[in-house]
């Protein structure tokens, strides 16, 4: 497992962008490489979706919902995921959550709330 922590969150205007980031500091980078990272969503009255995923490769993946403008990062020497959410839409609210992925076991961040206004 990995211990996760997440920041950047906040409210922001429709049309407008945030940058989420997750860190893993008890995570040695020898570790931190292997996992698949992933960034989830959840709103209110709804079930928690996964927004974004990025392989220990480095291959990435989004839902059809957010492609064209969010983007997944990593930077493995700062053990550290990002997510630069662009054109954000009312819809976008929830709360994101960071998890790390390996061997079939999933870890998860506390979450950070973005609120996007009309």
């Known amino acids: 497992q990995v211990h996760l922590v997440e920041s950047g969150g906040g409210l922001v205007q429709a049309g407008g962008s945030l940058r989420l980031s997750c860190a893993a500091p008890?995570?040695?980078?020898?570790?931190?490489?292997?996992?698949?990272m992933e960034w989830y969503r959840q709103a209110p009255g709804k079930e928690r979706e996964l927004v974004a995923r990025t392989s220990s490769g480095g291959s990435t993946s989004y839902a059809d919902s957010v492609k064209g403008r969010f983007t997944i990062s990593r930077d493995n020497s700062n053990k550290r995921v990002h997510l630069r959410m662009n054109s954000l839409k009312p819809e976008d609210t929830a709360v994101y959550y960071c998890?790390?992925?390996?061997?079939?076991?999933?870890?998860w961040g506390q979450g950070t709330q973005v609120t996007v206004s009309s």
């Open positions: 008890r995570t040695i980078f020898s570790v931190f490489v292997g996992f698949t």
């Open positions: 998890a790390g992925e390996r061997g079939g076991r999933r870890s």
